[in-house]
């Protein structure tokens, strides 16, 4: 096996790099927007889930779209 060369990155830049993400990502809409097309994704999903069945991972689903949706209320105050 190789050794990595992969020198890690310092804690401040990952957290300058996430935040080009975040900032890419809000080029598309408004925090307040996401937040909408988040409700709007999961709303089409749970009803997807009635037709298809038991789904073991609803749950872990649900608290992926809780942590988005209050990230969002997170960056809404920010910018505000």
């Known amino acids: 096996m190789t050794?990595?060369?992969h020198?890690?990155?310092s804690e401040d830049s990952v957290c300058?790099?996430?935040?080009?993400?975040?900032?890419?990502?809000?080029?598309?809409?408004?925090p307040s927007e996401m937040r909408e097309h988040l409700w709007?994704?999961?709303s089409d999903a749970?009803?997807?889930?009635?037709?298809?069945?038991y789904n073991p991972r609803v749950s872990d689903i649900?608290?992926?779209?809780?942590?988005l949706v209050?990230?969002?209320?997170?960056?809404?105050?920010v910018r505000a």
């Open 16 to 30: 300058l790099a996430y935040g080009r993400q975040v900032k890419e990502l809000l080029n598309a809409g408004s």
């Open 46 to 53: 749970m009803a997807f889930q009635q037709e298809a069945g």
């Open 70 to 77: 209050f990230f969002m209320q997170r960056i809404e105050s």
């Open 3 to 5: 050794p990595s060369t």
């Open 62 to 67: 649900f608290m992926t779209f809780r942590e």
């Open 7 to 9: 020198i890690p990155e």
């Open 40 to 42: 709007s994704i999961y």
